[in-house]
C-alpha cells in the first residue's frame, strides 16, 4: 500500500553563535509512516520544548530537515517545485493554536474563504464559490447564514477555530497539522472542535497530525500516540494503553499532572522536577529529571517493545527487544 507520509530518520538541529556555536537538537531521529489509504489522527504530544511545533513545521515544508528525509506521496518535500509543490501547499493543511491570528479584523468571514479558492481556481464561477462555502462550513457544523458576512470579532472564539478548519476543508486535503487547536478555545467549546476534526477523518478520509501536550483531548480524539521529550520519542503505541498504563517514566509523570475529575484520586502525587537549562544531550534525554535513573542510562536507550502497539525507550525494559527507530510505525495502530 502507497503512503501518504513518510519521516525518515529525521533530525533538526539549530545552531546558535558565530564564535562559540552551540547547537540545539530540536529533534532527533524521527521516523514515522502514514498509509495513502487509511486515514488517521496520530497525537504527537509533549511539553513545550519537545520539538512538536518543529515537527509540525518540518511537516509542513517551513522549516528542512538537518538530516534525514519527510517524503509525501512518493516525493522528497525538499525538492517539490511547481505544479507538485502546489498540490503539496494544497492537500496538507494546518490549523493552529491561535483562532484569532489568522483573521485580518478589517475583512469578513467570506474574504478569508475566497483567497484559498481563488489561489488554488478551485471554483468555476462565484456560485461555484458559493457552495463550497456552505459545504465546508456545513461540514464543521455551522451554519453558513450564521457566519458569512460577519467580521472576525462578532464571532465566538469556537466560531473562529471552526471556520479556520472550514478553510483548510475547503482544499480537500488528504493530511491535517493540527498544533494545539483547542488549547485557546473555552473548554466548553472543545469537544466540538475536536469532533469536527473526527469528522474530518472518519467522513472526508483526512489524516490528522494532532499536536498537543494535553493527553486528556489526545486521549478522546487519537488512536495513537508519539510522546516527546526534548527532540526523542519517550513512548509510543496505542492512545488507550499509553495513556492507561504508561511505562516509561515521563509519560507517567505527563498522566500523573492530568487534573482527574475523581476526587478520590490525588492530582500530581508524583512532582514533575522543574526543567534543568543544562541538562546533558547525552544518554537518556529525560536522566536529569528521571526518579528511576541508573548509571547504563548515560547511554542513550534504544526502543524497546513492550507489546504489539507499545513501545517506550527506557532501560527499565531493556529485556524486551529493541525496535529500530524506523520501524516505529509498525507498532502504532492504523
Ligand atoms: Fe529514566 Fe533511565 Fe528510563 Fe531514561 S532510560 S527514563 S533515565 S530509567
Not at 88 to 105: K, T
Not at 146 to 163: A, K, T
Not at 278 to 301: D, Q, V
Request: glycine fraction near 6%; charge should be positive; aromatic fraction near 6%.
Amino acid at each position: 500500500m502507497a503512503n501518504l507520509l513518510e519521516l525518515k530518520n529525521v533530525s533538526k538541529v539549530y545552531s546558535r553563535g558565530l564564535i562559540n556555536t552551540k547547537a540545539t537538537i530540536a529533534l532527533q531521529d524521527i521516523s514515522l509512516t502514514l498509509r495513502e489509504n487509511e486515514p488517521t489522527i496520530l497525537t504527537v504530544a509533549g511539553e513545550s520544548g519537545s520539538g512538536k511545533t518543529t515537527l509540525a513545521m518540518l511537516l509542513l515544508g517551513f522549516t528542512t530537515p538537518t538530516t534525514g528525509q519527510i517524503i509525501y506521496r512518493g516525493k522528497n518535500i525538499t525538492t517539490l517545485h511547481g505544479k507538485q509543490r502546489m498540490a503539496f501547499r494544497r492537500e496538507v493543511q494546518a490549523v493552529f493554536q491561535d483562532p484569532f491570528a489568522v483573521f485580518n479584523p478589517f475583512y469578513t468571514v467570506d474574504h478569508l474563504l475566497t483567497v484559498p479558492i481563488r489561489r488554488f481556481k478551485l471554483a468555476k464561477s462565484r456560485a461555484d464559490a458559493r457552495n463550497r462555502m456552505d459545504e465546508a462550513l456545513t461540514a464543521v457544523g455551522l451554519r453558513p447564514e450564521d457566519v458569512l458576512g460577519r467580521f472576525p470579532h462578532q464571532l465566538s472564539g469556537g466560531q473562529r477555530q471552526r471556520i479556520n478548519v472550514a478553510r483548510a476543508l475547503l482544499l480537500k486535503p488528504r493530511l491535517l497539522i493540527a498544533d494545539e487547536p483547542v488549547s485557546m478555545v473555552d473548554a466548553s467549546l472543545r469537544a466540538n472542535i475536536l469532533e469536527t476534526l473526527r469528522n474530518l477523518q472518519r467522513d472526508h478520509g483526512v489524516s490528522i497530525i494532532y499536536i498537543t501536550h494535553d493527553l486528556t483531548t489526545a486521549y478522546h480524539i487519537s488512536k495513537s500516540i508519539i510522546v516527546l521529550y526534548r527532540g526523542a520519542v519517550m513512548e509510543a503505541g496505542d492512545i488507550d494503553t499509553v495513556i492507561k498504563s504508561p511505562r516509561h517514566p515521563y509519560t507517567q509523570l505527563l498522566v500523573d499532572s492530568i487534573p482527574w475529575p475523581n476526587l478520590e484520586k490525588r492530582w500530581g502525587v508524583q512532582p514533575i522536577k522543574a526543567r534543568d537549562s543544562g541538562a546533558s544531550t547525552e544518554g537518556c534525554r529525560f536522566r536529569s529529571r528521571c526518579p528511576m535513573a541508573m548509571e547504563i542510562c548515560k547511554t542513550p536507550p534504544p526502543l524497546f517493545r513492550i507489546d504489539a502497539h507499545h513501545t517506550a525507550s527506557c532501560y527499565l525494559y531493556a529485556e524486551q527487544p529493541q525496535v529500530a527507530p524506523d520501524h516505529l510505525s509498525e507498532l502504532l495502530p492504523a
